[in-house]
Nanobody, 122 residues
Framework: QVQLVESGGGLVQAGDSLRLSCAASGRTFSMYAMGWFRQAPGKEREFVAETSWISNNKYYADSVKGRFTISRDNAENTVYLQMYSLKPEDTAVYYC???????????????WGQGTQVTVSS
């Protein structure tokens, strides 16, 4: 069906930057929304950012506004999450997500990647 593969996670210090990538393959023509969620240890999975493949409108969780930027590469069918000014509280497994709807943040996406670990040391 659809495969999502994340990359770019790692161990960084507070204030550093990372760029996560999510490459989509398979039956992707009907996936209008793509974005990112994260799950910290002992916490519930939370919405981070999303974009519409058609409109390129972008939405962010309040906790990352001004620090994270979501973008896309149409030719590569890839979505990125550029993270600046990382904080220890950003430490989590970051999951790429996609759905046939044009919105992710109000529901549960239908497709998920395996996740990539982001660890921010203080």
């Amino acid at each position: 069906q659809v495969q999502l593969v994340e990359s770019g996670g790692g161990l960084v210090q507070a204030g550093d930057s990372l760029r996560l990538s999510c490459a989509a393959s398979g039956r992707t023509f009907s996936m209008y929304a793509m974005g990112w969620f994260r799950q910290a240890p002992g916490k519930e999975r939370e919405f981070v950012a999303e974009t519409s493949w058609i409109s390129n409108n972008k939405y962010y969780a309040d906790s990352v506004k001004g620090r994270f930027t979501i973008s896309r590469d149409n030719a590569e069918n890839t979505v990125y999450l550029q993270m600046y000014s990382l904080k220890p509280e950003d430490t989590a497994v970051y999951y790429c997500a996609a759905d046939t709807s044009n919105v992710l943040r109000f529901g549960i996406p239908g497709y998920w990647g395996q996740g990539t670990q982001v660890t921010v040391s203080s």
